[in-house]
């Protein structure tokens, strides 16, 4: 019954297409269906009526906040904005009042806007619903640590941890004893299944690590400085000493890339097929590899680049100076995004945790410092090291690392969106040499460590997000699967330009142009055919249409209009003071209130 | 007077190739990336030696603020290393073996010399009471030690006597290089020289670290034991240098001393060829090993230098003495003086403009060296004053100060006074906010408990020197505070919209060379821009955000509002919600992406009939359709009709 007060009712003044708008939240009625047959099949095909969203919106408010999408950190992820914004302009716009300079002359056009926005509403409100409910679904548990009775967790080494964990994971836990080719650069593939490593003298090798099956290893005969996994693990780049270098999973040299020359880092963004490259000679070049094009070669004018890494949540890529500032870049503008001023000395390593809310930043004055990344760039926390930092690592799930000679210090934080907190380490290894690289391994507890030793893999419990997406990055997926996958990622390919801050200025229209065109078609008319047109008074007879009276009903419109005007700001006014007041309530009036104007 | 005003220019001078100078090498030892170890302990070390060398002489210089008049008096008899410019070489540049090794052996000759043959000219009366003096110095060294072994308490009267003595001679003026404090710290320097020769040894015999250090607080001990014999009779030079090691960073300062000699090179290059020669030389061998033993060398050397100077003061007097006059008038040696800096003045002006033209901006810059001078005596006592205060909050403070004695930053004069420029204030602001910022930076003292010293050294290949030499290229600007604000400021001038200046230069009024519109006229065709937005990191001191417009992205937004919509924070609601798989579970998915027309195969499609969308009789149109087919319609209505009575 609810269908039907929506259904015909409006009759004449219903604009065409407010058919559509039914048929979208109904199911759409078939043209191989009966005419005559109603166009409601019942709550079965779960088409939800109007009567039931609003009965879901109290509880929305209720879930706001434990709301989740289902798939967690796999693609740059769009947070939804507050709603605490959105709801008060929602109203707005159902009210009728309209703050826009263009409001619409036509009642229709209005009522047709809201009940657009009203369906956006509903949908996204489902859409979270839907999302949270899915949430069931992830069984998996994250690991954690804790300590008996008070004891540092930073005091229980591996060997214990390793005891008691199940054989599995036990042997998750191992060193690679290769002092020979020097330090060591790790990667880990995107399942977190692989691992590559290069050896400073020369030793690359990839192999499945979990079964410790090897894949490849070979000596390039040169200097490695990077290395790492394109898209699948079925490439991999390899920083030489002249130029960038690619091999498939066999060790057969597959390119040699003479345009980036002198890489001393590389970085992939998955989800653009960039290859990232921060060369000696100071250039950004970023390197498409499902085309095999440079798509951008970006002069930082700061000389040699040695610290990079990028942000997971907008692929914009961070590179660290030895002037003391992080610069912020995307392909598509040859100045940097934003440039922070975050140490002294040089700028050592620089991370970025998974949701591109924190970055870590450890200088050669000795400081590791934590960044708010959502538009503060201000600093959250500091800590001074006896040593500094030389290598910065954040796991998925928001722990950081940081390697200090050949010591190695983990910090965690109190829940997964909060930055780590430097008071105490969680967690504290020794090496056999001084570390060389760091990564978490993803969807694993595992964190593996380069050192001139050889490789260490360490266990760290409540690294790794412990639910994978299966259909995103499987680490048990078989080749088959892999190929299929990489067919759709190739599909969903993002272009390399549409990388900026805010990842989700897509979602918001061209203001600039907008205002530009809208200009330029006033000038083009010669009259703007949005304004609202001046009123004129309707000629009258038996003598009411002398001239006085028409400026009379003229004057009395008018008057109105101003009335109206008067009356919503005061009403504005009104909710501004109210607001004011609610907040000062917040506090305890103090007797010394009066003096702090 | 011209002296001084010398001095204090070359001082000045001098400071200020330090500043410029100093990131090199602070870049050059910080700029590990991969030996991280020996960076590491690197800084480490150094910041041990430094703060052990500061922790005496800081309060000192509280105490005097006035005396850098003094002090740059023997920045210019030493010049950095100390060994070049004394003052019997500028009296007599024809005799110029004026090595420290010959004054030394004169001394050495007079003193083997017991009797003396009279008569004696005067040069050679003023030589003997020298000696004489000297050994009557030493004699009462050796009586005071004794005493102070023997009786404490006279030993300290003994003691303020000598204070009180040594005040008096300060506020005499008279004590430049010749007062009685100055002879006793030429007796000390001898006993420093020894020490530095063992220490040379030992430097070259030891490539480890810690080695080294324990030679470093030796010699630091070595200082410290001759200090408490005079407590307060510490040479100006060694203050002078010390309270820069305070100022400005640390890291930079090792370079201090070798700054100081090229700066010497540049004021006489023909004076001391050889020596200086080898010194570069030198100081260039000591960049090339491993970063440590660089470090450790340079903080030597420095040390080195600063005993080297007051030594040299010391030394340097009675061989310019031997020569001109009694040793007693001090009037005649003040004088003296005073025609050997004109003499040089003379002598370096003549070979500036026989050399090339790239010691000329030298000359300019010496004389506006002195008034940049006052701002940095006056802030003096202010300055310790907030390293004191913050000596507790670590390292930082060293950082937190290094721009304080920068008499060239604008900053801070401005600070001082805020009238120099009109555009002091804001970026005074700026400069505050942001070294507030960084204060509040400044840690708690890190755990160690579980963090173990790493151990392991890894040597420097010659890549990571290759490194470090293009970082040093890279970065030639010296601080990177100043460096960030001035980019920053470049960049928010940049991005502002400009006027538009539409002023005809003889117009209406006369016009010509040298002539230029009236200031009414320009105001009046000067089209102001209008104000941009405020920017976004408006507020952020350590931010720069670029305002520029990514067309790029703005290539794939939506430029035109959709139908219905009227604003484009309407539209922007509807389409933000991501509809992909990837943001939503499978069925939310496939709910969004529902099409709006589905088609199945096999069925045939009707053309669109007007009343399929939704058009009624109301339209012209329709009025064929319903005289055509007037039954159809009758039977909508009524199903119309039915439908809202069952609501």
């Known amino acids: 019954v609810g269908e039907m007060e929506t259904a015909p009712k409006s009759g004449r003044d219903v604009p065409p297409k407010k058919d559509k708008l039914q048929t979208k939240r109904r199911k759409p009625r078939r043209y191989w269906e009966e005419e005559t047959v109603p166009t409601r099949d019942g709550a079965s095909a779960g088409p939800p009526c109007n009567k039931k969203n609003r009965e879901l919106r109290p509880q929305r408010r209720k879930n706001a906040h434990i709301l989740k999408k289902s798939r967690i950190s796999k693609k740059p992820q769009v947070p939804k904005k507050p709603r605490e914004w959105k709801n008060p302009e929602s109203q707005r716009s159902l009210s009728g009042v309209n703050p826009g300079p263009g409001s619409s002359p036509l009642p229709r056009s209005k009522a047709k806007t809201r009940s657009r926005l009203e369906v956006a509403e509903a949908e996204e409100e489902e859409t979270s619903i839907k999302a949270a409910r899915s949430e069931l679904l992830l069984a998996e548990e994250p690991g954690f640590l804790e300590g008996e009775d008070g004891e540092d967790t930073a005091k229980i080494c591996q060997a214990d941890i390793v005891e008691a964990v199940d054989i599995a994971s036990a042997a998750k836990h191992f060193d690679l004893n290769l002092r020979q080719f020097g330090p060591y650069r790790l990667n880990y593939s995107r399942t977190g299944r692989h691992l590559a490593f290069g050896g400073r003298r020369g030793h690359v090798a990839a192999l499945d690590w979990v079964t410790k099956k090897l894949m490849c290893e070979i000596n390039v005969m040169e200097a490695v400085r990077d290395i790492r996994f394109l898209h699948s693990e079925a490439l991999l780049a390899v920083a030489q000493n002249r130029w960038l270098h690619i091999y498939d999973n066999q060790g057969i040299e597959l390119h040699c890339i003479r345009r980036c020359d002198r890489v001393t880092r590389l970085e992939f963004l998955p989800f653009h097929f960039l290859l990232a490259t921060a060369s000696e000679t100071g250039f950004l070049t970023y390197l498409d590899v499902s085309v095999g094009k440079i798509v951008a070669a970006l002069n930082a004018r700061a000389g040699r680049l040695d610290v990079m890494s990028q942000n997971p949540y907008n692929a914009v890529i961070h590179l660290g100076h030895s002037n003391g500032t992080v610069s912020l870049w995307s392909p598509a503008m040859k100045e940097p995004l934003a440039k922070i001023l975050c140490h002294r000395g040089g700028v050592r390593a620089v991370a970025v945790d998974s949701t591109g809310t924190y970055m870590a930043t450890s200088g050669l004055d000795h400081q590791l410092k934590i960044f708010d990344l959502r538009g503060t760039y201000q600093p959250l926390s500091t800590r001074t090291l006896p040593h500094g930092a030389g290598h910065l690592a954040f796991s998925q799930r928001g722990l950081l690392v940081a390697g200090m000679g050949d010591v190695v210090n983990i910090w965690a934080g109190q829940g997964k969106a909060s930055p780590p907190s430097l008071e105490q380490p969680y967690l504290t290894h020794r090496l056999s040499g001084p570390v060389h690289g760091l990564q978490f391994c993803p969807f694993e507890d595992v964190l593996g460590v380069g050192h001139s030793g050889g490789i260490t893999s360490m266990l760290v419990p409540g690294a790794g997000e412990p639910n994978f997406d299966g259909l995103e990055s499987n680490p048990y997926r078989s080749r088959k699967q892999r190929q299929e996958w990489e067919v759709k990622a190739l599909l969903e390919k993002v272009p390399a330009e549409l990388i900026c801050l805010d990842p989700r200025a897509l979602a918001k229209v061209d203001v600039i142009s907008l205002e530009q065109g809208k200009k330029e078609r006033i000038e083009r008319l010669g009259y703007d055919p949005e304004a609202k047109a001046p009123f004129q008074p309707k000629p009258k007879q038996k003598g009411r249409s002398s001239t006085a009276s028409l400026v009379k009903r003229k004057r009395k419109v008018m008057d109105e209009e101003h009335r109206d005007k008067v009356r919503q700001s005061l009403q504005q006014q009104q909710q501004r003071h109210k607001e004011v007041k609610a907040k000062s309530t917040g506090a305890r009036p103090s007797a010394l209130d009066r003096f702090v104007r | ?647």
Not at chain 2, 464 to 489: C, H, S, T
Not at chain 2, 622 to 633: A, C, E, G, M, Y
Request: proline residues 6%; glycine residues 4%.
């Open chain 2, 1 to 647: 007077m011209t002296a001084n005003r010398l001095a204090e220019s070359l001082l000045a001078l001098s400071q200020q190739e330090e500043l410029v100078d100093l990131p090199k090498d602070y870049l050059l030892s910080g700029s590990e990336d991969e030996g991280d170890n020996d960076g590491e302990r690197e800084h480490q070390k150094l910041l041990e030696a430094i703060s052990s060398l500061d922790g005496k002489n800081r309060r000192k210089l509280a105490e005097r603020s006035e005396a850098s008049l003094k002090v740059s008096e023997f920045n210019v008899s030493s010049e950095g290393s100390g060994e070049k410019l004394v003052l019997a070489d500028l009296l007599e540049p024809v005799k110029t073996s004026s090595s420290l090794a010959t004054v030394k052996k004169q001394l050495n000759r007079v003193k083997s010399k017991k009797t003396v043959e009279l008569p004696l000219n005067k040069e050679e009366i003023e030589r003997y009471h020298k000696v004489v003096k000297k050994g009557k110095a030493k004699k009462a060294l050796k009586e005071f030690e004794q005493l102070r072994k023997v009786n404490p308490a006279a030993a300290l009267e003994e003691l303020e006597k000598i204070e009180k003595a040594r005040m008096m001679e300060r506020m005499s003026l008279k004590h430049q290089n010749s007062g009685k404090w100055a002879k006793s710290k030429a007796i000390m320097a001898k006993y420093d020289l020894e020490a530095r020769q063992a220490m040379q040894e030992q430097l070259a015999k030891n490539k480890e670290l810690t080695q080294k250090l324990q030679v470093a607080s030796e010699s630091e001990e070595e200082e410290g034991g001759t200090e408490e014999v005079e407590e307060l009779l510490v040479p100006d030079v060694v203050n002078e240098v010390q309270m820069n090691a305070d100022g400005p960073n640390p890291w930079m300062l090792r370079s201090c001393t070798s700054d100081t000699k090229e700066a010497a090179t540049q004021e006489d290059p023909e004076q001391l060829p050889e020596p200086e020669a080898h010194e570069v030389s030198e100081s260039e061998g000591e960049e090339r090993p491993v970063a440590e033993e660089e470090i450790l060398l340079r903080e030597f050397e420095e040390r080195r230098s600063l005993r080297k100077r007051s030594e040299l003061s010391q030394d340097a007097e009675p061989a310019g003495s031997q020569e001109t006059k009694d040793s007693s008038s001090q009037e005649v040696l003040s004088e003296l003086r005073v025609l050997a800096q004109k003499l040089k003045e003379n002598d370096q002006s003549r070979k500036q403009k026989a050399s090339s033209e790239g010691t000329i901006p030298q000359v300019q810059r010496e004389e506006p060296a002195p008034e940049e001078e006052e701002p940095l005596l006056l802030q003096r006592p202010e300055r310790v004053q907030t390293l004191e205060e913050l000596e507790e909050l670590g390292k930082e403070e060293c950082f937190q100060n290094k721009e304080l004695p920068r008499p060239v930053l604008e900053g801070q004069q401005s600070e001082r006074t805020p009238n120099n420029r009109p555009d002091a204030p804001k970026e005074k602001k700026k400069k505050e906010q942001m070294i507030d910022l960084q204060n509040l930076l400044t840690t708690q003292s890190p755990s160690v408990k579980s963090l173990a010293v790493p151990t392991i050294e890894e040597l420097e290949d010659e890549e990571e020197r290759n490194q470090r030499q293009m970082i040093k290229e890279a970065f030639a600007g010296d601080d990177v505070i100043r460096d960030f604000l001035k980019e920053k400021r470049e960049a928010v001038e940049a991005s502002k919209p400009k006027d538009v200046d539409l002023t005809l230069p003889g117009w209406g009024e006369w016009g010509g060379v040298g002539l230029k519109p009236s200031a009414k006229k320009r105001r009046r065709f000067l089209i102001k821009a209008p104000e941009g937005p405020p920017r976004k990191d408006k507020n952020l001191p350590n931010v720069i955000i670029n305002e520029k417009r990514n067309i790029h992205t703005a290539a794939h937004q939506v430029r035109v509002l959709p139908y219905p919509f009227t604003h484009h924070w309407q539209f922007e609601r509807t389409i933000q919600t991501p509809i992909g798989s990837t943001w939503n579970t499978q069925r939310a998915f496939q709910k969004l992406t529902t099409p709006k027309v589905v088609t199945k195969p096999g069925h045939i499609i009707n053309p669109i009939k007007a009343e399929d969308v939704g058009y009624r009789s109301s339209s012209r149109s329709d009025l064929s359709v319903i005289q055509r087919n007037p039954k159809r319609i009758t039977t909508r209505h009524k199903k119309q009709l039915k439908k809202s009575s069952v609501d």
